[in-house]
């Protein structure tokens, strides 16, 4: 089986399996497992976000997106010809996220030999755990697959138990910092399993553009900054713009040292095992009382007051 990953969260999917050696090219993003970013990059991105401003990469999107492909990434495809993959394993749930699906059946359409064609378009934590399975199906390895998912999801009702009788803080999770966007699909599920309430998107829903007038008028006790596809470290540099919003000094997050930058591209923004980390984070940030106050694994503490005050 060969096997040409078109998104980071398959990639992951397929080392859950227990398959990383059937990988033969993945995208430009993949960095998970350690290693596969060696592997034939069949990818890349149309914009230089490292050097970008979060509202300059917001931008830059919104301007591919109505361009004539209306893709922000290029796909490789005669290096998809010359891998000559068994397997292609992509998406259609997201066009900001890799490569759209249409511009993968073109050109898969074109290839000599054709692979088999698996989309992965989860939009709950169930969903993600399903393609888990899917995925390792599809590699000869769902027996594994299927005992590796049972781990996870045994971890996730022991998470849900360990905060179930503690009171429920009133949680916004932004997956976007300039403009702000609400953290959709499955992270309110996630809030929900790590014992929160989330207040701005609902479990299932696509992520929507927010105020932060708006943020602040709902005053969550506990402000997650998960920008998509950004590290924790990365995630609180773009926030040190907040805090000279007005306003910003005043949220109840803010005074009570609350507000929380995350490794969102490890585990909040793809759709893999690795969202099962997430929920065990975010129950460790939202419920100190329970697990103490050292500052997990994938999480920084981001609650600057602003000099304007």
Known sequence: ?????????????????????????????????PGVERLPKLTKSRIEGHSMTSAGIDAAIGELLLSDDGSIYALD??????????????????????????????????LRKKPELLSLNPASLGEVLDDAVRVGEALGRGDEARAKVAVLEERLVLAERSVAEYPRPRVGCIEWLDPPFSAGHWVPEMVRLA???????????????????????????????????????????EANSLTELPGWSDLSAVRGGRVWAVDANS???????????????????????????????????????????
Not at 99 to 110: F, I, Y
Not at 198 to 223: I, K, Q
Not at 227 to 234: E, I, N
Request: hydrophobic content about 45%; overall charge negative.
């Open 1 to 33: 089986m060969r096997v040409a990953s078109l998104l980071p969260s398959a990639t992951e999917m397929v080392h859950f399996a227990g398959a990383t050696d059937a990988l033969v090219g993945v995208t430009h993003e993949c960095d998970h497992p």
């Open 77 to 110: 495809a005669a290096l998809l010809e010359e891998l000559a993959p068994d397997l292609v394993l992509t998406q259609g749930l997201c066009d900001v996220c890799a490569v759209s699906t249409n511009l993968v059946e073109r050109a898969v359409a074109g």
């Open 195 to 237: 014992g929160g309430e989330e207040l701005f998107a609902e479990p299932g829903g696509r992520s929507e553009r927010l105020d932060w007038g708006a943020v602040f008028e709902a005053d969550p006790d506990v402000l997650v900054l998960m920008p998509c596809g950004f590290d924790a470290g990365r995630a609180a540099r």
């Open 267 to 309: 585990h909040f923004s793809r759709p893999a095992p690795r969202l099962v980390d997430g929920v065990e984070i975010l129950a460790r940030l939202l419920h100190p009382e329970v697990f103490g106050t050292l500052e997990p694994a994938g999480a920084t503490r981001f609650s600057r007051v602003s000099s304007r005050a």
